[in-house]
């Protein structure tokens, strides 16, 4: 089953404005990561945020996370059609032992930016 | 680049038949899971392999199992195959212990006929 929800589902903006997707999980958790998916091919790590940290940046990415609200958002400014994919939430539970491999995934967004 | 390999990318079976799908690693990661990604879903969490001992499974059925080696590197086994196996098979490595960034391979697609 999916512990997150991904918002929107799908996403068409032009080269140069930015893209916000939201996640919303339901259980506690260590961490966030977020991925990206090119049609049909594997999932590329973006950016991880712990349980503890508020917001983080990489490049033209920024994610914040909200514990109390179980939401996190990932910003991509100045975005271009490479940038094209689906983008995953995923949650690690903050379970201990041995849970730690084991992530669960929204439904994903799809961002298409037009030239 | 994730250092994370699979094969084969693409297979074709028939329902009732069984398939290995096989993954490599990242060099020094210790764990390795596998997820099946439904088209236009999300991927799926069918279990985790640490020190060749599976300690994390997800909601799938017991024909669905695996083995990882001592270079860590791992198998899926599905047997039986059903329609419903259809899907992209992702395998992800990583160190053991939490909060450790988790790197996906290219997947192998499966195609049950």
């Known amino acids: 089953s999916q512990q997150g929800e991904e918002d929107p589902q799908a996403l068409s903006i032009q080269e140069g404005e930015n893209a916000t997707m939201n996640c919303s999980y339901k259980t506690s958790i260590n961490n966030l990561q977020w991925y990206r998916q090119n049609s049909g091919r594997g999932l590329v790590h973006l950016i991880l945020?712990?349980?503890?940290?508020r917001e983080k940046h990489s490049g033209r990415l920024r994610v914040t996370l909200d514990t109390s609200k179980k939401s996190s958002s990932l910003l991509i400014t100045a975005s271009r059609a490479a940038d094209t994919a689906s983008y995953f939430c995923a949650t690690a539970p903050n379970a201990g032992g041995t849970s730690y491999g084991k992530l669960t995934f929204g439904q994903g967004t799809i961002l298409t930016v037009h030239p | 680049e994730t250092g994370v390999t699979q094969s084969p990318t693409h297979l074709i079976k028939t329902r009732g038949q069984q398939v290995t799908l096989r993954c490599s690693s990242q060099s020094g990661h210790n764990t390795v899971s596998w997820y099946q990604q439904a088209l236009g879903q999300g991927p799926q969490f069918i279990f985790q392999y640490y020190r060749e001992e599976e300690n994390g499974r997800g909601n799938f059925p017991p024909r669905f199992s695996g083995l990882q080696f001592p270079n860590y590197s791992s198998e899926l086994n599905v047997n039986a195959l059903e329609l419903d196996d259809s899907a992209l098979y992702l395998c992800?490595?990583?160190?053991?212990?939490?909060?450790?960034?988790?790197?996906f391979g290219e997947g192998s697609w499966l195609t049950v006929v």
């Open positions: 992800a490595s990583s160190l053991a212990g939490t909060g450790n960034t988790i790197y």
């Open positions: 945020i712990r349980s503890n940290e």
